[in-house]
C-alpha cells in the first residue's frame, strides 16, 4: 500500500508561484509514475504533469507546458510541482497521484492512478 500526502498549497496573486510537494510513504519499490491532477469546481479532474521513477521525460498538460515544472526526489520519495505564472485559471484542488508502472501516452487517465493525496487548495486571484 502507498500513501500520498501533498504539502504546499495557498493563494497567490495572478504572476506568482508556488511549488507543491508529495511524499509518499509505504510499499515505494518497482517502477512508479507519480504526478499531480487538478479539479475545479463544476470541472471534471484534468491532469496537469507526471514523472516516472526510474528516468524518462516528464508529461505535462498543454495549458501548463512552460510555466509548471515537475521533478522527483526519489531518496525522500518525495514529488514536487513548480508552478511559476500563475493564472487564474490554475485555480483548483491538486492532487497527487500514482500508479505501478511506467507513465505512458494516457498518463492523464485519472481512473488509471490506484494511489490519490487528499489534496491541497491552489488560489489564484487576478
Known amino acids: 500500500q502507498v500513501q500520498l500526502v501533498e504539502s504546499g498549497g495557498g493563494s497567490v496573486q495572478a504572476g506568482g508561484s508556488l511549488r507543491l510537494s508529495c511524499t509518499a510513504s509505504g510499499y515505494m519499490y518497482g517502477s512508479i509514475c507519480m504526478g499531480w491532477f487538478r479539479q475545479a469546481p463544476g470541472k471534471e479532474r484534468e491532469g496537469v504533469a507526471v514523472i516516472w521513477s526510474t528516468g524518462g521525460s516528464p508529461y505535462y498538460a498543454d495549458s501548463v507546458k512552460g510555466r509548471f515544472t515537475v521533478s522527483r526526489d526519489n531518496a525522500k520519495n518525495t514529488v514536487y510541482l513548480q508552478m511559476n505564472s500563475l493564472k487564474y485559471e490554475d485555480t483548483a484542488m491538486y492532487y497527487c497521484?500514482?500508479?505501478?508502472?511506467?507513465?505512458?501516452?494516457?498518463?492523464?487517465?485519472?481512473?488509471?492512478?490506484?494511489?490519490w493525496g487528499q489534496g491541497t487548495q491552489v488560489t489564484v486571484s487576478s
Open positions: 497521484a500514482a500508479h505501478r508502472g511506467f507513465c505512458g501516452g494516457s498518463w492523464d487517465v485519472f481512473s488509471d492512478y490506484n494511489y
